[in-house]
């Protein structure tokens, strides 16, 4: 792989049943100086519907009462911030070190990642990652096995397996702007990066972890080549180099914002966070007469400052296997500095053990699955009866009405039906879901 084809302008969308460039590749070269391709990226996703709506799903606390908790777009953006500074300080090394292509700047690899980052959770479902499990152990059912007769195996796989990182490609590539014409066409850099799993549930790591629907695979395999994204297996491939960028800018903002809100919200003490970062910070005594949240921000800023500097040089480190697909890390992270990746390690212990363990929390994300399913429960079966049955009962005919802004039609197959309702569960705030199933329940009719 090679930087010039990496950092690729290009954008797609399907016609005629290929995919063809929007235009032809331009350069940054004679370009508005102000607004790059990748600027136009950002743009894009930043006014999005889908963006809007990561301010009423849950990043940690669902329905957090706290003015000062992260929702998954505070979080989002926090993240995209961590990963413009990570890739603009990997742009200066590369651009010293003569890697950069011509027409290319320093701050371009920022934008790229920065892009990435912004909308890495745009799939996410209503309540996160429980949503997911939620979702996928509906269609795993025993008793819901019925709905899955005629589908292959991979479209089989698709729609028990729930992933938002499949349904964050799926909003860029098919759903949002140009629905099922390219969605917002951004460039191919930018899709790249964002893939942190570049496979199909078909691949062995696909029942936990994938990217790729099987409605998105003819579009990425059109990328994957514009980019020269080498190819391990037939429709695998090795991970573009920055998307291990926006993959660290993210664990390093969810390690230590998480416990950021946990103090605010009093279910951990100030002073086990300082505690914790002590290996990356050092603070004059004058500093610890500020209140317990300025220390927290304070001390925070250090940490996510060090880990920067210890990731983007990392990153300069490997640069060479991750261009030849040889990367052999788990992720940059765990070949950083012991100090950044003993602290962060220590934080997201301290997280799963007292903060996701919590009795609130825990009672919210029972409450999920009722909710999800009770959803599930009427739009499936209603969608089953006029794909399969060809017939609807009035009840039925009711549902498929939510369906109102991607209709199931007459000629879609079951996996595009249930691809539909996926869409639409999926793209639920944690609000709107649970005052859906609050209202099919029939409670407060009277």
Not at 122 to 146: I, S, T, Y
Not at 153 to 167: L, P
Not at 219 to 225: D, K, L, P, Q, S
Request: with cysteine; charged share 25%; glycine share 6%.
């Amino acid at each position: 792989m090679n930087w010039q084809q990496l950092l690729s302008t290009t954008r797609f969308r399907p016609k005629d049943g290929m995919i063809l460039p929007t235009s032809t590749p331009s350069t940054q070269e004679g370009q508005d100086a102000l607004r790059t391709d990748f600027h136009i990226d950002y743009d894009r996703v930043a006014f999005s519907s889908a963006f809007r709506r990561l301010g009423r799903k849950t990043q940690v606390h669902p329905f957090a009462e706290h003015d000062h908790t992260h929702n998954r777009l505070t979080h989002s953006v926090e993240v995209a911030s961590v990963g413009r500074s990570l890739g603009n300080r990997v742009g200066v090394m590369l651009a010293a070190g003569g890697f950069l292509p011509a027409g290319n700047t320093p701050s371009d690899i920022g934008a790229v990642v920065q892009v990435a980052c912004l909308a890495h959770d745009l799939g996410n479902p209503p309540f996160g990652h429980v949503g997911e499990n939620a979702l996928r152990d509906w269609f795993r059912d025993p008793k819901n096995a019925h709905y899955l007769e005629g589908l292959s195996e991979a479209e089989r796989r698709d729609i028990q397996t729930y992933e938002g990182n499949a349904h964050s490609l799926r909003q860029l590539a098919s759903i949002e702007m140009y629905r099922n014409r390219g969605g917002m066409r951004l460039t191919a850099a930018t899709i790249g990066t964002l893939l942190k799993y570049p496979w199909t549930t078909l691949d062995p790591r696909g029942d936990k972890k994938f990217n790729i629907y099987q409605t998105e695979l003819p579009f990425m395999r059109r990328v994957a080549e514009e980019l020269g994204l080498s190819e391990l297996a037939p429709d695998v491939w090795v991970r573009h180099p920055l998307s291990y960028l926006m993959e660290a800018a993210d664990d390093i903002c969810y390690a230590l914002l998480d416990l950021e809100d946990a103090v605010e919200i009093g279910w951990v003490d100030d002073i086990e966070v300082e505690s914790i970062l002590s290996e990356l910070t050092f603070v004059e005594n004058t500093w610890y007469a500020q209140s317990s949240r300025q220390r927290c921000a304070m001390l925070r800023g250090i940490a996510i400052g060090r880990s920067i500097d210890d990731v983007a040089q990392t990153f300069i480190t490997h640069q060479a296997d991750l261009l030849n697909g040889e990367f052999k890390g788990k992720d940059l992270i765990t070949l950083c500095s012991p100090q950044v990746r003993n602290t962060l390690e220590k934080a997201k212990d301290l997280a799963r053990n007292r903060i996701f363990r919590h009795q609130s929390k825990l009672m919210t994300s029972i409450a999920a699955y009722p909710c999800l399913s009770s959803i599930l429960d009427l739009l499936v079966p209603a969608v089953y009866a006029f794909v399969v049955e060809g017939k609807v009962s009035q009840r039925h005919s009711l549902s498929l009405e939510l369906l109102a802004d991607e209709p199931i039609e007459e000629g879609d197959s079951l996996y595009i039906a249930y691809m539909k309702v996926l869409d639409f569960v999926g793209s639920m705030t944690d609000n709107s879901a649970a005052k859906m199933a609050r209202e099919l329940s029939g409670v407060g009719m009277l």
